[in-house]
């Protein structure tokens, strides 16, 4: 071996912070795989600098022993309330939308009618669409929802057709008066976008998000077949019938997940959320200073989203020995995703894995993204974990 190859590898070995970042991350991912706790797992981390890691450990399918590799896609859930909230803060920038107006002055005709149906119509205003402080409740909640999506799985869902399980139920407060997060809200925030813009939501995010940004690796889970999404395991959902695998035999969901639209919606690559999650959470996701604005919270219930965390336009704020997270997390049937950006180490990440039943971890999904967010400092800052 030539000197300098050999220098240059001690190098990458033993002086590499990334490296080593990399090295440790692994392992924390092994050791939750040995433990049990996920059929199988994918994490990235997006360095100060720039440098994006990987890391996977276990199976994209369990019974085909098929493993789990960085770009496989996972369905995530409510992450994809993100990407609405970013579309509507857009839309204020561009004075298409005021966030304390209210939600019915924008809708007309056939949509004034429907709207006028929804609990607390007449007072609900964008922002509190956004910040789940409606009352309005949660479609999901309803049995007859779950009986029509699994007793016609091939059903293609209109917008705004999920807002009518809730319209004969009273709210769960007075708007403005409470928290209390609701899928709901953000199906309306989607039937409004959809009536500025003149355009299906999933198409304005694709030319107004998705495509200027580079995230080629999320795509809207629209039908029954979704490109390159993984198996998903489901215990959490079997009270309502829904099936152990996600996808059958032909590699179709078995139920199919356009239902979720705006409410989430999404299938993505780790890579590409925590790539989202930094230009997001860090103000640069489009022209237009609209950081504050979505930072700007109340306090969610914490046997819901934990001690301490607020929620603001599409982003929850979870305390964390890391300094704050700016994140959120998402659960679809068969499937946990969490992602966020700690701006105190400007450090970006997501973790995402193929089961929607959490307990296995023996932890929230979100403590995982700060044990990978302290290795990640110890190794920058320290070049090694902190001495006692």
Not at 90 to 111: H, I, N, P, Q
Not at 311 to 319: A, D, F, N, Q, S
Request: net charge negative; proline share 7%; charged share 25%.
């Amino acid at each position: 071996m030539q000197p300098a190859l050999f220098l240059a590898l001690v190098a990458l070995t033993a002086s590499d912070p990334a490296e080593r970042i990399a090295e440790r991350c692994q392992a924390v991912l092994d050791g939750m795989l040995e433990a049990d706790a996920f059929p199988g797992g994918s994490a990235a981390l997006i360095l100060p600098d720039g440098t994006e890691l990987t890391f996977v450990a276990g199976y994209a399918d369990k019974d085909a022993k098929t493993p789990m590799k960085p770009d496989d896609r996972l369905l995530s859930g409510s992450i994809g309330k993100t990407y609405v909230a970013a579309s509507a803060l857009k839309l204020v920038s561009e004075e298409k939308l005021d966030l304390d107006a209210k939600v019915s002055t924008y809708f007309e005709g056939e949509r004034a009618e429907w709207f006028a149906q929804v609990p607390n119509a007449k007072e609900i205003t964008v922002r509190q669409l956004l910040r789940h402080e409606t009352g309005i409740p949660r479609y999901v909640y309803a049995r007859a929802f779950w009986d029509d999506l699994l007793g016609d799985p091939d059903r293609s869902w209109k917008p705004g057709e999920q807002v009518e399980y809730v319209f004969d139920q009273p709210p769960l407060h007075a708007a403005g008066e409470g928290w209390a997060y609701s899928d709901t809200n953000y199906i309306v925030l989607g039937v409004l976008i959809e009536e500025l813009t003149g355009k299906a939501f999933n198409d304005y995010a694709r030319e107004t998000l998705l495509e200027p940004l580079g995230l080629r690796d999320t795509v809207p889970s629209d039908s029954r077949s979704v490109p390159g999404v993984v198996q998903g395991y489901s215990s959490l959902f079997a009270n309502l019938g829904v099936p152990d695998k996600s996808l059958d035999d032909d590699g179709r969901f078995a139920l199919n997940p356009q239902f979720e639209w705006c409410g989430g919606g999404y299938a993505n690559t780790p890579l590409d959320l925590a790539r989202w999650a930094r230009l997001l959470y860090s103000g640069k996701a489009f022209e237009g200073d609209y950081l504050d604005e979505m930072l700007d919270a109340v306090p969610a219930d914490p046997r819901l989203l934990g001690q301490g965390v607020l929620y603001g336009l599409g982003v929850m704020i979870h305390p964390t020995s890391e300094g704050p997270l700016r994140g959120h997390d998402g659960v679809m049937t068969g499937y946990l995703s969490t992602m966020g950006y700690f701006p105190e180490r400007e450090l970006a990440l997501a973790f995402q894995i193929n089961a929607d039943d959490r307990h296995p971890l023996g932890r929230p999904m979100v403590d995982v993204l700060v044990e990978l967010a302290r290795i990640a400092h110890e190794e920058l800052t320290a070049g090694g974990p902190e001495d006692d």
